[in-house]
């Protein structure tokens, strides 16, 4: 059984988010992206057989590359 979201008459209208239910969405993939890309991350110490201070070396830039992102995109 197939479950319908939304109905046919607000298909055709498309959907429209209230500024703030819009700025959570954007958030909660914000949020998920990060995750996603951090257990990525992970895997690749992992299945490079990286020792420990090549890891701390990689996961430093990483979060060197993300903070200069984060900062040059929040304007901080």
């Known amino acids: 059984m197939r479950r319908e979201f939304l109905s046919s008459e607000q298909q055709k209208k498309g959907i429209h988010f209230d500024p703030r239910t819009k700025l959570l969405l954007i ?14 991350e992970l895997y690749e110490i ?30 901080l």
């Open 27 to 40: 958030l909660i993939i914000s949020v998920f992206v990060m995750c996603a890309s951090g257990f990525r």
């Open 46 to 75: 992992v299945s490079h057989n990286l020792t420990k201070e090549e890891a701390v070396d990689f996961m430093e830039q990483v979060k060197r590359f993300r903070f200069a992102g984060w900062r040059e995109i929040l304007g």
